[in-house]
């Protein structure tokens, strides 16, 4: 399994040439401490100069395994579960126009927030038919390109829509694409899943990504979860992805990644 | 340690002759599972007839541990960190008005969320002081009664004023009070507190109260925390106080209640 680690959206602001020079910098720090990958959040692919993105993770020898796209939700509103439909479909447009660029770097587009948090007046089972209606026109139109989607369960207190694995298997039956699975955060399990080693099991096949942050969300190792069973469990279901670190920048970004990385090293080896 | 349960609000709306009803039904059911004590939500003591509700709770051999104050703020909006200072007051005159009762039944206060969640425009360190100063002013009040005053550190999610055991022995040292320390609860502290035995250790002779749920939320063996190490690490502080079940109602309240004390005993003897 390979290491990689989020760039934290303050740091990461990946929208223009503005934070190109932080990039650099940080994707430089990131392969330093000895990451084979980088998870990026991309509010919108147009506004992404693809080429430079590639010249630059290629120059760092750096991978993109998977793709954040909730900041069209956190600064743009987008959602699959707005009342508006004009707004539903743009986040459709929006996740459909991440399918190139994730094609490119073979990477997995995530379904975070872009779900939408219920909003009042709008009942969970119509909700939840929007989001299933949206996954299932973005994972066909990512079919053609070999691009898999995933969802992360998220906790009860970011949102009401899939907030567990057990939810999320549900919504893999019902939106019935193969492309379609889940990203599962270690970080969410804790406070979600009665059992983590028998939730990963659950999903086997369907983990498409998989998030590493400890019970605290500070990096693994500062807090109480377990990391040798949870990763020798998410082995064992035959998982080849990525083990992506996504957690607070404490005490600061630059330590937190490398604290993270000298302690899954150590248990993966 | 004496097992209690907390009567979820839903079924414990205890300001009125209304629910008198219900009050005595879930008494009953709740003796009848075991309980040697039961947790009450009250909103506002001038609202409740105090010679009545020990006629019940004696009735029913349910001693009262603990007093929960959070309907308060709640229903009401009152909190110590209010920026109306009438507000501030009056969250602190409503908690010293719960004096009284909790002397009669030998009963902690508890400061929940009347401590407030820290509002646009109110810095942090404006509502820690503010926090501070309606804590020893209602300690102070208390003392003369021999009542104490525990606060629950409460996960990130519900408020940014004390969410770890650390920032509460942090807030004990500045209150100075000897009558003012904490009330844990493992589902708080599955989240906030990097190892919760050792927290549990940090705090000692100052935990007054303390809440089990599982991991999730539900009923303790529902979820994935290690009970018996966390009951032999509170044991061995010498504390000589409640475990009160404060749990979501599911599958039911009954059932939970249920589930609990049977796996509680088990652990327990």
Redesign the interface.
């Known amino acids: 399994m390979k290491l990689s680690v989020v760039l934290s959206t303050q740091s990461a602001q990946f929208q223009a040439a503005t934070f190109k020079g932080d990039l650099e910098t940080n994707l430089a720090r990131i392969a330093s401490l000895g990451y084979q990958g980088v998870e990026l959040a991309i509010r919108d692919p147009k506004l992404v100069n693809y080429d430079e993105l590639e010249r630059i993770t290629k120059a760092h020898n750096l991978s993109v395994p998977a793709i954040g796209t909730g900041q069209a939700w956190g600064e743009e509103g987008l959602s699959f579960t707005d009342p508006d439909p004009a707004v539903r479909q743009a986040a459709i447009e929006r996740i459909k126009s991440h399918i190139p660029g994730a094609a490119r770097f073979g990477a997995i587009i995530i379904i975070g927030l872009i779900r939408g948090i219920v909003k009042p007046g709008v009942g969970q089972a119509q909700a939840e038919t929007w989001l299933c209606e949206a996954l299932q026109e973005c994972s066909r139109a990512a079919q053609a390109d070999g691009v898999r989607l995933a969802l992360e369960p998220i906790n009860r207190?970011?949102t009401t829509l899939v907030n567990s694995t057990a939810q999320g298997r549900d919504l893999i039956e019902k939106v019935g694409a193969e492309n379609f699975g889940l990203l599962l955060d270690t970080f969410h399990m804790?406070?979600?899943?009665?059992?983590?080693e028998d939730s990963i099991a659950s999903c086997a096949e369907r983990i498409f990504h998989f998030h590493v942050a400890?019970?605290?969300r500070?990096y693994p190792g500062?807090?109480?979860l377990d990391f040798s069973s949870i990763l020798a469990e998410l082995s064992s279901t035959g998982y080849q992805g990525w083990i992506s670190g996504e957690f607070l920048p404490l005490p600061d970004a630059e330590t937190a990644a490398q604290k993270s990385i000298e302690y899954l090293m150590e248990i993966l080896h």
């Not at 804790?190 to 983590?196: G, M, R, V």
Request: charged share 25%.
């Open positions: 207190y970011e804790n406070i979600e899943e009665p059992q983590i400890d019970s605290n500070w500062a807090g109480h």
